[in-house]
């Protein structure tokens, strides 16, 4: 059972070191995949609000946006787990932000009509300054 537990935190150690340290080979392959996600949300973003484009490519639109919500639930719950004080990440500001740039997605499949909130995507943007150090 100890060997678990310091195969978990070995685990959990190498997670964070990833995801929050650019310094590393690996650290810096994540946030490059990130912010090409990130580019690429907030792309097909904007076309989604294009009539023109959303009435030829709307359910591909769909498709990628429910594409890179699940991506980023899923890097938002690594960071989570990655972390000593996961609530402490998650009231932080940029947990607060990450949280955020999920969460419209959801509530327009629970809530007819409020397509709306989905500008709220854009806050992936700030993300991209959070990786490149502009923030």
Known sequence: MASETRSDTAW???LHEVIFEADTPAGKAFDVALILAIVASVAA???DSMAGIR???GPLLLAAEWFFTLLFTVEYLLRLFSVRRP???A???FGVVD???VIPTYLSALTPGSR????IRLLRVRRVFRILKLA
Do not use: D
Request: proline letters at 0%.
């Open 12 to 14: 959990r150690h190498r």
């Open 45 to 47: 973003v904007m076309l």
């Open 55 to 57: 009435r030829a490519y």
């Open 87 to 89: 609530i402490r990440y």
């Open 91 to 93: 009231t932080s500001f």
């Open 99 to 101: 949280l955020l740039s």
């Open 116 to 119: 709306y909130l989905l500008v």
